[in-house]
């Protein structure tokens, strides 16, 4: 059973990791999704811009919700085959341009359950290396999408000497020591209402090394439990919150203003909590 938060106001601790606000699916509403999200305690959103086609897109949004939307920004691993290794170098300079308003590098990764060609599959290591490296640069946190090759983009990590390493989603049961060990941080999702794994995963890794993020507009609670069509949102992220504190047993106020602290030093959000 989920238990029900009392008193959302009190607290408003939430920030919402991981989530993707400048998709068409919000064209017409978004100043309501904002206030939604405002209204059940969020606090902030990382808003993260994966395809060159959204850059601007998302570079407005946080002009426009100034102090609320912050944004990351990388060239997703499943769309390697539609740019050349040119092409993928502009699109990173295009991002480094854009640097002063960025918090983050991401998501970046290995997909090799979308890509399947060996050819691609060397293009993404490459281009993984690559967003490493600007993370580097521009001394940037890096959040990462992997998907069917955890082993290789553990072993990419572990080399990358990056100290800021966030893994959205991640549903790596067999490397959470790894994990753990190297002080990087996950961000859970609405997968946790459905999946085993990833609730086993909530069970072992301290609430410390844990931000909540809905992944929205995808990922929402009702297609997950109901496969009802339905856009997900930030506020969600309530819900994640609740049922972390079920699966840990601990109270509403712990994840929230813990989880809200980690993504806050994470990706140094200027916001107060
Ligand atoms: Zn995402």
Known sequence: MVRKCRNVKKFEKM?????HLEQED???DLKQVIENSKKEGVKAVVNCVTHPSQFERAFQLIEEF???VFYEAALHPEYIEEFND?????????????????????????????VKDEVQRKRQIEMFSQHIELAKELNLPLTIHCRNANKQCLKILEKSDIDKIHWHMFGAEEYIKQVIDNNWLISVGPIIL?????????????L??????????WMS???????????????????VAEKIAEIKEIEFEDVWKTCGKNAKKFFSLPVSL
């Not at 920030?15 to 989530?19: G, N």
């Not at 092409?87 to 359950?113: A, P, R, W």
């Not at 410390?208 to 507009?217: F, G, K, R, V, Y």
């Open 86 to 114: 040119e092409q993928i170098l502009e699109i990173l300079n295009t991002i480094k341009n854009k640097s002063k308003k960025l918090v983050g590098i991401g998501e970046t990764g290995l997909d090799f359950y979308w």
């Open 66 to 68: 100034k102090d609320y």
């Open 194 to 206: 459905v999946s085993k794994k990833h609730r086993r995963i909530v069970e072992k890794v301290p």
């Open 26 to 28: 919000y064209k017409n």
């Open 221 to 239: 609670p009702n297609w997950l439990l109901r496969k009802e069509k339905e856009r997900n949102e930030p506020k969600t992220i309530k819900i």
């Open 15 to 19: 920030i919402d990791a991981h989530c």
């Open 208 to 217: 410390e090394l844990i931000m909540l993020e809905t992944d929205a507009p």
